[in-house]
């Protein structure tokens, strides 16, 4: 009897641990938004990217991960990014937030050599179109002054952020920066949105580098930082 008694205690502990767990969606985010694409006239694919792990490229990318996006050119002729970088028809550019020597601010193609290395490996993201209407809200936003800099607050996730919600403001999928500050903030916010990935590749072969005044410095990631 008393064996009895004690198996059905333990079983019916499982039992609410069970359903505590199906009412906590087991540890597991909820996606509960969607990327609301334009219906036509989808000239790029933009790219958010943010990972929690652990770097050693940077300072502050040791502690504190890295975001940054992609645009992917999917129209049929060359479309011009921020100062007037040119990305081919067919191709990819990324652009993040960096703090070297060379320049603090807007860098363009660095994490595809980082990525070969081993890194971001397990980097989440969410992508959407973007029409020629949206594609002009993200150069307005590239090429004000104060987007190309680099501070403690106005970081990797920061920029990142802000180029998605330029390119979403008319969508709704605009995301909240309230409160956020590392590319860990940022993972939880990415993966509420249905759809999103987990390492997705890049084709990038574009020319790293930063811009100077409306001159591209290209740049050697051997070179000192």
């Given amino acids: 009897m008393y064996a009895m008694k004690k198996l059905a205690k333990i079983t019916s502990l499982a039992l609410c641990a069970c359903i505590a767990a199906v009412a906590a969606g087991c540890g597991r985010p909820v996606a509960d938004r969607k990327v609301n694409d334009p219906d036509s006239g989808v000239v790029a694919k933009l790219t958010l990217y943010a990972t929690g792990e652990r770097g050693k490229v940077a300072p502050m990318l040791v502690a504190a991960g890295h975001a940054y996006c992609s645009v992917e050119n999917v129209s049929d002729a060359p479309i011009a990014l921020g100062r007037g ?15 070297f020597d060379a ?32 594609l002009s809200l993200m150069n307005e936003y590239l090429r004000d002054p104060d987007t190309d800099k680099w501070t403690l607050f106005a970081n990797c996730t920061h920029f990142a952020v802000g180029l998605w919600n330029a390119a979403s403001a008319d969508s709704g999928d605009v995301i909240d ?20 990935e987990v390492g997705r590749p890049h084709n990038s072969v574009q020319p790293i580098g930063y811009y100077s005044g409306k001159e591209f410095i290209e740049f050697k990631l051997t070179e000192k930082k």
Avoid at 179 to 192: A, E, F, N, Q
């Fill in 85 to 99: 970088y040119v990305l081919p028809e067919g191709a990819t550019v990324t652009l993040a937030s960096w703090e």
């Fill in 103 to 134: 320049h603090g601010g807007i860098w363009y193609n660095i994490e595809p050599t980082y990525i070969e290395q081993g890194w971001f490996g397990k980097r989440k993201s969410i992508t959407r179109n973007v029409d020629s209407d949206a």
């Fill in 177 to 196: 920066t309230k409160g956020m500050l590392t590319p860990s903030d940022l993972v939880k916010h990415i993966v509420r949105f249905e759809g999103n």
